[in-house]
């Protein structure tokens, strides 16, 4: 874990190490930093997995689950402490908000999120997006490329040049009527 902390601890910048706030502030990044990932962002919620909640107390009856996309499953309880988990038996096929229900009634609601992994930013080699189709990928790497594809692939008409001459124009028809009651006067 890694705690980030955008200023200067100096008193020139500020009064931060002499307010009340900063030995809290030190123990709290320092707890942050040095505590483990919890049991319950491991369990987070992901597309691909079956949604979990955490109930307060034994549910009636069977427990539904309903999410996005016409996503049904049934849940099973499972005794955690101090209170009850509901696991759905079916994995998220989507994102999404998931509702637990028992009885008709709504007992839990959690948001279901895509994988982080999925939104790793790293760059990938190019040779990995090969479809094994007969169209390869383009590697555009330079400007005069970039503008070949875009020309190439452009759909519709440009109409900023025509926008910008009648501009032009209108701007040049009112300075001549401007200079001509200029004139009169």
């Known amino acids: 874990r890694v705690s980030v902390f955008l200023g200067s601890l100096s008193d020139e910048w500020g009064d931060v190490p002499y ?12 707890d942050h930093a ?19 909640a955490r109930l ?6 069977s427990v539904t689950v309903r999410g996005p996309d016409s996503y049904r499953s049934q849940a099973t309880v499972v005794s955690e402490g101090s209170g009850f988990r509901a696991i759905a038996d079916a994995p998220a096929t989507a994102p ?11 007992a839990a609601t959690v948001a279901v999120n895509p994988d982080p992994i999925e939104s790793d930013l790293a760059p990938i ?3 990995s997006l090969a479809s094994g189709g007969p169209v390869r990928p383009r590697v555009l790497s330079t400007l005069s490329s970039l503008r070949t594809h875009l020309r190439e692939t452009r759909q519709g008409r440009e109409l900023w040049l ?18 001509v009651r200029m004139a009169r006067t």
Do not use: H, K, Y
């Not at 001459?165 to 009112?174: D, R, S």
């Open 96 to 106: 999404g908000f998931f509702t637990f229900e028992v009885g008709g009634r709504a």
């Open 162 to 179: 025509p926008f910008l001459v009648a501009g032009a124009v209108l701007l040049g028809a009112e300075l001549m009527l401007g200079s």
């Open 34 to 52: 040095a505590r483990g990932a919890s049991a319950a962002e491991r369990d987070r919620p992901t597309v691909g997995r079956p949604p979990t």
């Open 125 to 127: 080699p190019a040779d």
């Open 19 to 30: 307010s009340g706030a900063f030995v809290p502030l030190v123990r709290g990044m320092l």
């Open 56 to 61: 307060e107390s034994a549910p009636s009856g």
